[in-house]
């Protein structure tokens, strides 16, 4: 089964500072990668996804991230944290193998300090 | 606000006992997307229905059913409910059926069962 693993529960960063999530899956097959930001007493929201084509993919709010197929990775970046970015952040893989499966990371708890 | 939308919004019960959850998609939206999210276990998806019919299954319990009525909104039926349910019943929707379609989230239903 695929899986997805995000390092680090917990990331603290200053405002202004560099934003890096951490995000590696398993598929033997090409995925689609998903990241989605969830905020206190919310659902969740899309920040951006990779199906095909460029590797490196811009969403909202000024984050980005890169699809590393040697890798396994899909890290989400942003360069200058904002206070409002502190949230839960998923990353989530989705194949064709082992049937249609879609799987969430445990997700990271971003939390900026000002 | 994503245009979709779940009732209840909180749900206290006993052990079991069987309850509904129901959403209404974004207009337009023809798939409809179950997950849970739990302490335990994270976030999960549980199945997926397009236009009516069953799309895709993911780690649904027997004791969980669904369905999608004409009106497109749809219901997540929970019974012999266990302490271990309790959690967090999000329901999103999408355009079509393919997982690469942004998926908007309702705000979920937090199911308590004593």
């Known amino acids: 089964a695929q899986s997805v693993t995000q390092l680090g529960s917990h990331v603290s960063v200053s405002e202004g500072a560099l934003v890096l999530l951490r995000c590696n899956y398993s598929?033997?097959?090409?995925?689609?990668l998903f990241w989605y930001v969830q905020y206190p007493n919310q659902g969740l929201q899309l920040l951006l996804k990779?199906?095909?084509?460029?590797?490196l993919v811009k969403g909202i709010n000024g984050f980005e991230a890169e699809f590393k197929k040697s890798e396994t990775s899909f890290h989400l970046t942003k360069p200058s944290a904002h206070m409002s970015d502190a949230a839960e952040y998923f990353c989530?893989?989705?194949?064709?193998?082992?049937?249609?499966?879609?799987?969430f990371g445990p997700g990271t708890r971003l939390s900026v300090l000002p | 606000d994503s245009g979709v939308t779940q009732t209840p919004k909180h749900l206290i019960t006993a052990t079991g006992q069987r309850v509904t959850l129901r959403c209404s998609p974004r207009?337009?939206?023809?798939?409809v997307y179950w997950y849970q999210q739990s302490l335990d276990q994270g976030l999960q998806f549980l199945i997926q229905?397009?236009?009516?019919?069953?799309?895709a299954k993911g780690n649904i319990l027997e004791r969980f059913s669904a369905q999608q009525f004409p009106d497109l909104h749809s219901e997540l039926n929970l019974s012999s409910l266990e302490l271990g349910d309790s959690a967090l019943y999000f329901c999103?929707?999408?355009?079509?059926?393919?997982?690469?379609?942004?998926?908007?989230f309702g705000p979920g239903t937090r199911l308590t069962v004593t």
């Open positions: 999103a929707s999408s355009v079509d059926t393919g997982f690469s379609y942004e998926q908007y």
């Open positions: 598929s033997s097959v090409p995925p689609y």
């Open positions: 990779y199906t095909t084509g460029a590797t």
């Open positions: 989530a893989v989705f194949s064709y193998n082992y049937g249609q499966n879609f799987v």
């Open positions: 207009s337009g939206d023809l798939s």
């Open positions: 229905y397009y236009n009516g019919e069953e799309r």
